[in-house]
């Protein structure tokens, strides 16, 4: 059907404006859906009960961005930041809780729990951190608390979820901007 004239214009008009306002809804939807997911994976909290390796919006906690840079920030020794960000092996997948303002992961060595440990205490928005790390090779006798700006105390010989002995309250160092 071929229209002339006037139909022509007004029937190119509405396929123009048609196909305009699917763009416009296309688009609107993948940005929704972006927004959704970074939105969701912003709170820590939604880890809690849940293992190291399960995913929210498509990644797990060990590699989450907030995660990553408070333990970046708390943790200076690099073998314990390696443990703790989950770069050493063999170890159990990580187990999640929320005892008050943080959400703690912990962690230690496959058949090793005992002797090799490590929990790292964050609050919901990534701005408060304080890590566990304990190594009975290392010293049998005590943990070594760690956070942002060098802090660093002894405590006794574990790293178990809600059990913090590190009397360490600190915020996060704020990023320095060029």
């Known amino acids: 059907m071929i229209f002339s004239g006037k139909k022509s214009l007004l029937f190119l008009f509405n396929m123009a404006l048609l196909l305009s306002c699917a763009a416009i809804l296309l688009a609107n939807s993948d940005t929704s859906a972006t927004e959704s997911r970074r939105t969701q994976t912003d709170d820590l909290t939604l880890y809690a009960g849940k293992r190291g390796s399960d995913k929210i919006g ?10 990553l840079d408070a333990t970046r920030a708390a943790v ?23 005892i008050g ?27 408060r951190v304080k890590a566990c790390y304990f190594d009975e090779g290392r010293d049998p006798t005590h ?20 059990k913090d002995a590190s009397g360490i309250e600190l915020a996060m160092p704020r990023p320095q901007r060029s």
């Open 58 to 67: 498509g990644i797990d906690i060990l590699h989450h961005p907030k995660f």
């Open 76 to 98: 200076a020794d690099p073998v314990a930041r390696a443990w703790i960000q989950g770069r050493k092996a063999p170890q159990n997948d990580p187990s999640i809780s929320r």
């Open 143 to 162: 943990a070594v608390w760690s956070a942002p700006h060098g802090v660093v105390r002894l405590g006794p010989p574990h790293c178990e979820a809600g």
């Open 101 to 127: 303002d943080y959400v703690i992961v912990t962690g230690c060595e496959t058949h090793g729990c005992g002797p090799h440990q490590w929990a790292v205490y964050i609050t919901p928005d990534g701005s």
